[in-house]
């Protein structure tokens, strides 16, 4: 891993959580964003599951150059080249891609791929992968599954994502595997659409409190 890789990843560690962003418009990111920094989350993972996706992350690149921009929903090889273009700092994938990992590993960028399975974690860690994503989280068995599927890959870090909310987080955050969750509900597009964006700033503050109050306890 690059020095630049490992640092995004020690950002991503340290704030404990990952917004998991769908944008219906382009307009709507850079509130957004100044939002999740004002609730003390300075970082975003803008999705490719809409048309806004791509061009919110050139935009918030420039904007907010403090802040930390990734991209989500990354499929192909083309999409990697095209986020990576528009400056995303990290890459997360549903799956596990070989030309994802390689491309971003090529420009020392880390590449988060999905995984629920073993087979699926021993595949991504061959093929380079510097974190993995646990998903859908819940869907599968939510911690206990997470749990006994990281006791064989010990140090592997995951970041469980995908049912996940501030009724449960915690429970991923307990986890010595977890280095972050990501999440949806603090950023959830119909919050978004309707520009609420003092409770996406409220729930982002409630969110960045669980995960204070469980590393406190650890």
Known sequence: MTPAASETLHRIT????????????????????????AGGLPAAEITLRTGAGLTAISALRKSHPDALVGAGTVRSADDARRVLDAGAQFVVSPGTSPEVLDICRSVGVPAIPGVCTPTEVDSALRSGADAVKFFPAEAMGGPPFLKALAGP??????IPTGGINASNVADYLRLPSVIACGGSWMVAPALVAEGRFDRIEK??????SIVAEVRRRA
């Open 203 to 208: 729930l982002t503050r409630e969110g960045m």
């Open 14 to 37: 340290t704030l404990g959580l990952l917004p998991v962003i769908e944008l219906g418009s382009v307009d709507d990111a850079g509130p957004l964003l100044d939002a999740l920094v």
């Open 153 to 158: 890959f010990r140090g592997v870090p995951f």
